[in-house]
């Protein structure tokens, strides 16, 4: 907790903060997804974004984060949202993943600048893949911007 408050001190942002619910469906609309589609939400919070994704398109929806309440959380919602057979929501570093052998079509990321550095390479490996961070921008040519939504294709 004191190691969170000291990284929450010195990033100046609270790094499990989620995307806000009116930025979600930003989010969504510039993923142009459909019902082939696969999102994976690379460390994925209360699984807001798979959820409302899977809502709106019929895509299906892959969240992965480190912290079981977080998943468990997601899991419930995605119940509630009756879009549970089209989401799952996983436990796991994402730093373990080997990406690029994930059927993902779009990555969706809202994560601390330091930790998007280090996912970059493996990202970079997933060709064809869309991926869209809110509010950090990756060391990678941008396809797009639109407002806090940067936008690649790898
Ligand atoms: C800023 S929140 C974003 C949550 C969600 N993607 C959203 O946009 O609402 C970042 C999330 O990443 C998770 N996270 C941080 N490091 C992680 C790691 N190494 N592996 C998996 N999840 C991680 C945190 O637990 C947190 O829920």
């Known amino acids: 907790m004191v190691a969170m408050l ?4 010195l990033i100046g942002t609270n790094p499990d903060a989620p995307t806000p619910l009116i930025r979600c469906r930003e989010a969504v609309a510039l993923m142009h997804l459909n019902e082939t589609d696969i999102l994976y939400d690379l460390g994925c ?5 798979c959820i409302l994704a899977s809502e709106m398109t019929g895509c299906r929806a892959v969240g ?17 949202r009756f879009v549970a057979d089209r989401t799952a ?12 052998k994930l059927p993902a079509t779009v ?11 280090r996912l ?10 869309r991926v869209i961070s809110y509010m950090h921008q990756l060391a990678a040519p941008l396809k797009a911007k639109h407002s806090e939504f940067y936008v690649y294709q790898f």
């Open 45 to 49: 919070g209360d699984g807001r974004v």
């Open 64 to 80: 992965v984060d480190i912290q079981a309440a977080k998943i468990e959380t997601a899991r419930e919602a995605a119940k509630m």
């Open 6 to 9: 000291v990284m929450m001190a």
């Open 89 to 100: 929501f996983y436990r796991q570093d994402i730093m373990e993943i080997e990406l690029n």
């Open 107 to 117: 990555f969706y990321v809202y994560l601390p600048q330091e930790l998007l550095n």
């Open 120 to 129: 970059l390479p493996r990202l970079e490996k997933c060709k064809g893949a």
